[in-house]
């Protein structure tokens, strides 16, 4: 059997009486792309910074290639970090960062990093003081690819980044996992982990809800209808199968699992102007994850631009 | 649909957000405005009660005159002023020193809320509500003026209930309020020209430092007496509040602080917010040397405020020494003089070992401060994230503390070398050939444990008390330093002046260097910078 790029075991964390990260027990193959998903606070932050040794669990362990994460000396040789809040040297010029970060590692192939800036579009001259967000993101991003890692641990890597450089980014770290290296991507974008990641953990309030490739959780048979009704929205409350009830603008939408004939019958029975149905995108697989409130559903929702109209 | 329109204004709530915005400022500063104010109060008080048990008949017509012919005295502590008095002796004794520490406050605080917050982009968020910029650059100067009278006002307050009488304490509560409100002023101006806080703050500091050399020189004879107006810190010489009060001296006090303001408020209308007006080029080409290591990185980092630490300390020393030389010429000259001392039980300060053993001692306390405040840079470095980015690499925690607490101690001796150094040359150049090079490293490096220990006690703070890593050594070291001056003087128990690690200094050159002492306290500063170590080990990581 061959070592997981990452492993985890009972991993907890307790800030105060906080429970940040509760028992995260995971796995990652190498050479995968694997996405980390949950909303802000579920402690994806918490668990990457757990990895990298910065913080110290408060039970349970963490290996990098086999490699206890404490050990940094030895785990970080084989890692990129692009943290999720990028602090750089204000007085320091890009290529001075780069140049320091890469000695850092123990030098880095100068082509490589060459052709990154030139791919990420940056201007390696500006002082850290003069860069915007997303050129400070792409300072981090260059200095986590430049040393060609086993692992590439990216804690929302494309925050601040134009859709432009989004591609570039996605490009990059396909290129990666072609070569052999591992992506750990955080994210509570879902279509980019959509997008890139073959299997994805999604994580709320510090506990693991599910590990699952994207294939099979494009699988679920799940549905959702959207229905624009001329009567009063039926009640749902009493059918197993549906999963979610939401009102929008003339009428409701309806996420089914199983079989969607009594609840067809009933939108029927209301008076169906409209009808639109459709397999979920991963955000609503996402959010069926969530079965808390629908106000805290809702600002998740909101917060990442799902949309609420139907095309 | 509606047309969309610009909202009329609204008196009420545009005057709310600018309550707000005064709010936030007051905020800011309060909790620092309180512990000064109160700082200052109990400074006063002790000194006060300090007078009264070493002076209970007054200083005698003898004693003023041999501090007011004193040029080292003078130079120092300024021209004694109605001695007589416990007020008068407390603006004299004590007064440079709480107006040094009021001006570097107002500094620090200053550029703190009209820079610093700025560079953490926190002004922005302010500015986006329907505020004026300038109208958060006058509600910070407002608020920075209530808190010199706050602090000018608790000492007035305390001095009177102390029973310094009444005029005396208004006008050196007065004094010190426009003091601090002007380098309040100064900072707010440096902070609209330079575009990050810390050199914001060191233009004000250079400032403050060329301040205090006027000064000097002001009280240096009398015929330079009127070099005293040219600078903040000599109008307190001219009020002589406890005395002949001369009230022309509160027209500037009270007058410049104003203008700064109004300056800091015209220059912030001229420049971007987050920009200055003098700007660095935001590109350059690069400079790879100091790179390839956590520690090649630090020293990189900080070897610019070393420096700056170097020049002013070396030029405050070499001043110093230079001052050491005419003491001499002057305790030469009359043997009474020395005689009187000897009964006032400060022949030890006044022969010439022992005035370079106290000021070796004073500079080490700057060293000390200076370490402290290295360990901070270190911590900042953690606050802001960065830290993060080289622990991310193959560096290990105890690799990158250790470089630092390494150059700490480092820069500590750096300093003390130098510091030695322009003590001697100071002396050379007033053609005194009483101090040797030796006397002069042997006194400030008799310091070094205290410098180790305090160091020390940083690294310890870092790893333990993160958020307090330059709170606690910097207290330890004013309050150990405060003790040694006043306790002997108030008759404290031995045990808790032993509490100070200046206590155990020896006066070296004049006695020689207390061995154990200095190695017991080498050794606490070693084995607290390993608890430390440790420490920071094991906890977390953590930001701001």
Known sequence: ?311 | MTDFAVRPAQPDRDARATRTVLTLSSRLVRRSAVLLAGSAAAYVVIEIASYRAAYPNGVSPLQFAMFQDNPAVRMMQGVPVALDTAGGFTVWDAGWIIQLILAVWAILTASRLLRGEEDAQRTDLVLAGPVRATSVTKSAMVVLGVASLLVGGTVTAAMIVAGAGLRGPVLFGLGLAGLTATFAGVAAVTSQLAEVRRRAAAFAAGLLAISYVLRIVGNSTDGRSWVRWTTPLGWMDELKPFGDADLRALLPMLLVPVLLAAAAVELRRLRDTGGALLVADASRAPRLRLLGSPVAFAWRSNRAVLAGWIVGLGAYAAVMGALVGTMIDWLAQDQQYQRALAALGLDAALTTLGFLAMMATALIVAVALQVAWRMGAARSEEESGRAEVILARPVSRLRWLGGHAALSLLGGALLTLTTGTALWLGAVASSSDEISWDAAMRSVANGLPVVVLIGGLAVFSFGVLPRLTVAIPVIVTVVGYLLTLLGPALHWPAWVLDLSPFSHLAWVPMAPWAATAGVVMTGIGLLLTAVGLLAFHRRDVVGG
Request: proline letters at 5%; aromatic letters at 6%.
């Open chain 1, 1 to 311: 059997m061959t070592t997981a790029a990452i492993r985890t075991a009972g991993l907890t964390k307790h800030f105060g009486r906080v429970v940040a990260l509760d028992n995260l027990d995971l796995e990652v193959a190498a050479g995968e792309i694997f996405g980390f998903l949950g909303p802000n606070g579920a402690g994806k932050s918490t668990t990457i910074r757990l990895l990298l040794g910065l913080l110290r669990p408060t039970a349970g362990a963490a290996w990098l290639l086999g490699v206890p994460v404490a050990e940094v000396e030895r785990a970080h040789r084989s890692v990129g970090y692009v943290p999720g809040d990028v602090s750089l040297w204000p007085q320091l010029t890009g290529s001075e960062i780069l140049e320091l970060l890469g000695n850092l590692s123990g030098g880095v192939d100068g082509a490589f990093r060459d052709e990154l800036v030139e791919r990420l579009d940056l201007d390696p001259s500006r002082r850290a003081r003069a860069y915007s967000k997303g050129n400070r993101q792409k300072i981090a991003l260059v200095a986590a690819f430049m040393t060609r890692p086993d692992i590439l641990i990216l804690d929302e890597p494309t925050v601040g980044l134009d859709p432009l450089m989004e591609a570039e980014f996605q490009a990059l770290a396909r290129e990666a996992a072609a070569r052999g290296q591992t992506v750990f991507l955080s994210s509570h974008l879902l279509d980019e982990v959509e997008d890139l990641c073959q299997r994805v953990a999604i994580l709320r309030s510090g506990a693991l809800v599910e590990v699952a490739a994207l294939d099979d959780l494009r699988k679920l048979t799940t549905t959702i209808f959207e229905a624009t009704l001329t009567g009063p929205t039926p009640g749902f409350a009493d059918l197993p199968e549906v999963l979610g009830v939401e009102p929008m603008d003339g009428g409701v939408r309806v996420t089914v699992s199983g079989a969607p004939g009594e609840v067809i019958a009933r939108l029927n029975a209301a008076g169906i102007s409209r009808l639109h149905s459709r397999a979920p995108t991963l955000e609503q697989i996402f959010l069926t994850y969530y079965q808390t409130s629908s106000a805290q559903r809702e600002a998740v929702a909101a917060a990442h631009g799902a949309t609420g109209a139907v095309t």
